[in-house]
């Protein structure tokens, strides 16, 4: 009585499209989603890095751990600037002048903190002293800062530091000057010194929401002028936050917009005044560029952290020539 259909059901191809269309809708939202969020937390800009310089990492990779830290590791290639970085010319006939030690963003991982001091001294026995970029706590309270200080004091080497955004939060909430935390463990938030025909500035950048501030902005200016006076070789500035950077927002401006104008006026200034380089820390990833309006030199210091690091905790050593060069060795805690 009633008969059997045996062929197959016929396919709505309007249908097999639409959810064609779906699906890539749905993968191209979710990898947007993606994408987004590894640039808002990490700073880092995936689609503004070096392909070759990506690939030549994972060739050379041996654990998948390294593996995935190649995206955030990869060193900014100059190239992308169409110039070479100062930083990279050769040292071959030129006499080491002296070297010393940078660190940045330990963030209360005072363990790395000391790990990285002891690992300096024992396999760069000739490091005069020790710069710090900033974030040595999580939220700055007097406590966080003077067990950093006591790491520090215990490394037998003289340092000379700046603090970082993490480094004033206690002091803001408290409604106190931001930086009176750092000022009461620690001294001035900005200073300069020479060394052996070298001048060292260390700038405070580290207030998201007032920058530099008039009374620093004057005495960077009659700085530099002495150091002219002075005939030296070179000037090496170091700040928290970078003035630029070629695939990371978190530069000088992030937070109050306004500050970009702050930090390109003094891209200019320290350009008229002969700086050879700039280092900051603040991104948590060891990089080294050229910005493209200057042609100025600059590398930021990967972080001492073992928590939120897109790499292995670091540090790094500069050593400093007598023709005024600049080498910058980026290490891993061991």
């Given amino acids: 009585m009633f008969r059997r259909h045996s062929g197959k059901r016929r396919t709505n191809i309007v249908f097999v499209i639409f959810r064609l269309l779906l699906s890539l809708v749905i993968f191209v939202v979710l990898l947007g989603g993606i994408y987004s969020a590894y640039k808002h937390f990490s700073g880092l800009d995936p689609l503004k890095l070096d392909p070759q310089a990506v690939v030549k990492n994972i060739l050379v990779t041996k654990t998948p751990r390294e593996f995935f830290a190649v995206l955030s590791s990869v060193k900014i290639d100059p190239k992308i600037l169409g110039q070479k970085a100062s930083g990279e010319k050769q040292q071959s006939a030129q006499a080491l002048n002296f070297r010393f030690l940078v660190v940045a963003d330990s963030h209360n991982d005072n363990v790395n903190l000391q790990k990285a001091l002891k690992q300096a001294k024992e396999d760069f026995s000739d490091i005069q002293f020790i710069i710090g970029l900033g974030d040595y706590t999580e939220v700055g309270t007097i406590n966080e800062l003077k067990v950093a200080k006591a790491e520090l004091d215990n490394s037998g080497l003289r ?37 052996n025909g070298f001048r060292l500035m260390l700038l405070d950048n580290s207030d998201n929401y007032a920058g530099f501030g008039e009374e620093q902005l004057k005495w960077i200016t009659q700085d530099l002028e002495k150091a002219k006076d002075e005939e030296i070789k070179g000037i090496l500035v170091f700040m928290h936050e970078p003035l630029f950077h070629p695939s990371s927002d978190h530069v000088m401006g992030w937070v109050e917009k306004n500050l970009k104008l702050q930090a390109d006026m003094l891209l200019f200034e320290l350009k008229d005044a002969g700086a050879k380089q700039l280092f900051s820390g603040h991104i948590h990833y060891f990089s080294q560029y050229l910005e493209p309006k200057t042609s100025l030199s600059m590398v930021t210091i990967g972080a001492l952290t073992s928590e939120g690091n897109p790499q292995s905790p670091r540090f790094a050593i500069v050593s400093v020539f007598d023709d005024g060069s600049v080498k910058v060795e980026d290490i891993a805690i061991k």
């Avoid at 935390?181 to 060394?195: K, L, R």
Wanted: with cysteine.
């Fill in 159 to 195: 340092y000379f530091l700046i603090p970082g955004d993490h480094d004033l939060w206690d002091c803001r909430n408290r409604g106190l000057i931001p930086v009176s935390c750092f000022n009461q463990v620690f001294g001035p938030a900005f200073q300069s010194f020479s060394f």
